[in-house]
């Protein structure tokens, strides 16, 4: 789906979302967009990056952005790539159905003014996706401190798996944030493109908010990382003594067989005529037995 609106004086946006093989040749007829652009649009794998074509005078620049994760599976990459296409006129944005938000959020934007150009406007977009990350990672610690509070109480495996899943999380959010500022530092000195003073001061700002973001994102990590470490520790230290009680129980209990095997044999047993020592015996096991079955529903 192709829509159409005027941003400002100097920018048309063209808002292109999954688009259909015919509308790839309209864009590729009146925009001189290639195949190979519109492969990046919809690689899903595609890094942040810049990369400028002079045979068609288009800048595109890949931008990573966080996902919706209200109807996302938690175990996958919560991050996605937005491609800007634009010229000294015109801003072609590429989104999927789980980006198409950007674009939306692009329109709704209260810091486009009327002179404002096409790299004005991406620049602003790229500040806005930025923050962004800020609400992921605060939820992402929250919920940290929830699992680590349940984990005060009781420690269980699912609450520690649970944290290596916000661990995995954050993962993908470093790896997001790192490349898009490589992205900034690219722009902030390439000679592919004319920046004014202005636009530059904006570049300055976008790499400070993701400065921001990689510092919160580091510091979340390296403490989930401490948390579940240490609570693995301690599941690993109640398995080893519930496998050492486990260990005597099953000795235990090998010892009737062992004793009773005797009976099936011609040998004489020693006290055998005394049957209040045979009562004294069984006695002491069956309390040594009760005693570790106690402790073990205890642990439990």
């Known amino acids: 789906m192709i829509r159409y609106d005027q941003l400002s004086d100097n920018c048309e946006l063209v808002d292109i979302t999954d688009p259909s093989d015919e509308e790839k040749q309209h864009l590729k007829a009146s925009y001189s967009v290639t195949d190979e652009m519109l492969g990046y649009a919809y690689d899903i794998d595609e890094r942040a990056r810049m990369e400028y074509d002079d045979d068609v005078n288009l800048m595109t620049i890949i931008y990573d952005t966080v996902m919706d994760s209200s109807d996302r599976n938690p175990e996958l990459d919560p991050t996605a790539p937005v491609m800007f296409l634009f010229n000294r006129s015109k801003l072609l944005v590429f989104t999927s159905s ?110 400070i908010e993701l400065q921001q973001g990689l510092e919160m994102a580091d510091m979340a990590s390296d403490v989930i990382e ?29 010892l009737p067989q062992l004793v009773f095997g005797f009976f099936g044999q011609n040998v004489k047993l020693p006290m055998l005529q005394d049957g209040w020592l045979m009562t004294i015996g069984w006695s002491v096991f069956l309390l040594v037995v009760g005693a570790i079955v106690l402790n073990i529903h205890q642990r439990k």
Do not use: C, W
């Open 98 to 207: 789980n980006t198409h938000f950007v674009a939306e959020k692009i329109k709704a934007m209260k810091r486009i003014r009327q002179d404002d150009e096409p790299l004005d406007i991406v620049l602003k977009s790229m500040y806005m996706l930025s923050n962004s990350y800020f609400n992921v990672i605060h939820k992402i610690d929250t919920s940290r401190q929830r699992l680590q509070k349940s984990l005060q109480t009781k420690v269980n495996k699912s609450s520690v798996t649970q944290l290596m899943g916000l661990q995995t999380q954050l993962v993908y959010y470093l790896t997001s944030l790192r490349s898009n500022s490589s992205l900034l530092s690219d722009l902030q000195h390439s000679k592919e493109i004319t920046i004014s003073d202005q636009q530059l001061e904006q570049v300055e700002d976008d790499i």
């Open 226 to 254: 401490h948390v579940a470490d240490a609570y693995k520790s301690v599941l690993d230290i109640e398995l080893n003594g519930t496998m050492k009680l486990l260990t005597i129980y099953s000795i235990l209990l090998a």
